[in-house]
């Protein structure tokens, strides 16, 4: 049984209340067992600094001059590092410095600050693996602690939840592959990538084929995605689709431009009937 | 007459195709008249091509990829867009003096009289190869920020129409220069009022 | 001494000082500032809904429609009645979900009391689960928008909704029983006879006053002094810096006041909570009571909501970015929170957030304390006095954000 230690840094606790709302959590919490979680019971954060321990999760991004439990957090962090076998961070703040890295530069992640390694990235890199998400969706939490050595991508993400796109699985693909557009926020018909800002085709993420919650998605209530997995979150002009000319910035991950962009004048050639009207009519 | 592949043959009918359609226009010219000015037989020519819509769909193509290839190597360059401009506005006004044949066929053919392609070349189908490259052309003179960022259509119409503007001048024969005199001018109209600030 | 008192959404640093005994003053710091109204500020207006939320994991929900809310009066955009309800709908069940968690994770774990984990975990992760019909995601959905809603739900969500709602109050009736102050059952009756067992029953009698700043289809803005209700205003709203703390104190016309579950059952007449106010004043047993039985409450408010959607409504009414200004408050599960925006040439000018435990939370003087403050002197305990802390469902990083 691989005993957890959860460590928060600078976080806005997303991540721990999304662990929570794994469904399957108390049949996980017989196969682990948290020595310390922000909510869940476990010991106190001074007895739990005492204990041994497997596995470590940094949830929150890491700076020197801060505190956690009247420590400094980085020898905090330093220390408990060490002592783990394995090292998971959760959420992007852990994995990249994350969202409050844009009001303090100096706050970076486990192994990397945005796109750089961070200085603690040699020293950690062989035992860590990167969950990122804002929040990380708790199943993808679930399997990093279970499974050990995942084939990771460049990011040290493991592959079985990041080679995919956020794209795959949308509802709104037909929408997509004959690039008609919503025409407004708030519909079901139509794509969020030429105007609403969907990062969806070019953000690494499983999230619309392990559902959130169970039953749902960003782009399936008709938001954009943000791209949260990646490193360069969080942008800007978030709900606008940034184009050069009509077209998009950023191509859909791995499509070269001319390709997409002969694609795009072939289907925009076409009207398609059902996709340009309501779905359901009344 | 030698052997050749099918390609060639293919290419070749359709070159006579474009000369015969300009000299004599159009609607004018039947398959029949195709098939006897390349001293073959009315049936081998419908091998190539089913009918003669089939044959003016493949001509558009042909040409779409022609302009498009040359579009794409002045884009492969590392040079500004200003330079582009210039590379394309030379390289449409030779096209269209030295094969006048392939510029008046897309101006005079395929964009007056849409019905003939209203299947098979819908919307941009059949031009696709010569506007994606336009696409990219501007796109990255967006992105690099020497051009001003608009909506891609009211740029296109104004390079595109500006052009073929002239090539129907020279057509009619109203132009009081050689074509390739204007280069210099249309040039730099076209980066002035596409220009970023 | 200074204590460290953690798992309350992050950490605070409280500082009792003791005479012969008993404690004569209490200081609260929050240390961890993360520089939310900074990162908003020189952004697009529409950011603020993806980077309000990340104030606060477990209250998130609430930030966002502030965010919503405050760039729809900024650039004068109206909602429809369907938007207007589904949003209420998530926000009560973001509410909700804080409230078992909170009841559960915190004061039973405080106290000791054995519960049924399976069964709250249940509860929680279908709260949750009701969010994401709509919101696609909790936590952290950006779904409310100026002008509405994006989901563009059809009859299948609600039934779902529904099925879910018909759920959690199953799980919390097998759980809580009646709430019946003469004849508590279940997990409300072991709570109540730990407090009595403990001798905590009467202790956390803080101001008894109590202050509500927005209205919705549940609550009024009204405060409640002396017994006597008066409509509030978010003019007379004022904040007031602490040295060491990044956590700003927060007034009303100079007065200190209660603000979350127990303000709002308070206005609303209920008579289980009357009754325990009677008894009990604002204790912690009713700071307590008060705050779960608004869990039960919002599930049927929101059973009734869902019975009220029109599916032929838009959800979304064209909204346009425009140079203004947006104050305003909404419930969050910890009372009323304030988000203040300004738009300066499309972009965000300036940003700033009063959160609830900030009411609560603040450090006053000795004439005039604050809410903690007149709730912890005099007691002799840390122990309990850390209980009294813990009963105003504390959010460490909302108040620093």
Known sequence: ?282 | MARRSKEERKRQIMDEALRLFSKEGFFEVTIADIAKSLHMSVGNLYNYFSSKEALAKELILYISKLLGNEIRKINLQPISAKEKIKKIVQFYFYTAKERPELIEYFLRIYLSHREVFKEGCEGMICVSPFVTEIMIFFEEGVRSGELRDQDFFSAFGLFMGYLGGMVFLMGEGMLPNDIEYYIEDISQNIYLALKNG | MIEILEKIEGEAEVEYSFVSGEIKDVVVRFPHYRGIEEILQGRAALDALVIAPRVCGICGHAHLQAAAMALERAFGCKISKKAKIIREITRFAEIIQNHIKWFYLVIFAQLHIPYDFRKVHQAIVLANRLIALFAGQSPHSSYAIAGGVTCDITHVELLQAKAIVQEIEEILFDLLGEFDEKQLSKDLAKLFEALKSKNLLQIGKSLDRFITLSEDSVVKNVKILHGKRRKTSLRFVQERAFEGSYAKGVLYRGKFYETGPLARMMQMDLPFIKRLHRRYKDSITTRIFARIYEAKLLLQIIAEHLDQIDLNEPSYIPCKVVDGMGYVSIEAARGSLIHKVAIKNSKIANYSIITPTQWNLSNGTKENPSLLQKAIIGLRDREKANLVFRSFDICSVCTTH
């Open chain 1, 1 to 282: 049984m691989d005993r957890v230690f959860w460590l928060q840094g600078i976080t806005c606790n997303g991540n721990s209340h999304s662990f929570v709302n794994l469904s399957t959590l108390p049949a996980l919490l017989k196969n682990i067992e948290f020595i310390y979680h922000p909510l869940l019971e476990s010991l106190s954060f001074s007895k739990a600094l005492e204990q041994n321990f497997d596995i470590l999760i940094v949830e929150g991004g890491i700076k020197r001059d801060w505190q956690r439990g009247g420590v400094e957090f980085e020898k905090l962090f330093l220390e408990l590092a060490s002592k783990a076998k394995r090292i998971i961070a959760v959420g992007s703040c852990a994995v990249y410095g994350g969202i409050f890295k844009e009001y303090d530069k100096e706050i970076c992640g486990v192994l990397f600050a945005k796109e750089e390694k961070s200085h603690y990235f040699e020293k950690f890199k062989d035992k860590t693996i990167n969950i990122p998400g804002c929040p990380a969706h708790p199943e993808w939490i679930a399997y990093a602690l279970i499974y050990q050595k995942p084939h990771l991508d460049d990011y040290f993400r493991p592959k079985e939840l990041f080679a995919y796109t956020v794209h795959a699985g949308c509802t709104r693909n037909e929408y997509f592959e004959w690039k008609v557009d919503a025409k407004s926020f708030g519909l079901k018909e139509g794509c969020l990538f030429y105007e609403q800002g969907c990062q969806a085709p070019y953000t690494h993420g499983s999230c619309n084929k392990i559902l959130w919650n169970e039953v749902a998605s960003k782009t399936r209530v008709g938001t954009p995605c943000f791209g949260c997995t990646e490193p360069d979150f969080i942008q800007r002009d978030l709900f606008q689709t940034k184009t050069f000319m009509s077209i998009p910035a950023k191509m859909p991950l791995g499509v070269p431009k001319r390709a997409y962009l002969t694609l795009t004048g072939v289907a925009k050639s076409f009207r398609i009937e059902r996709l340009s009207k309501r779905l359901i009519d009344d």
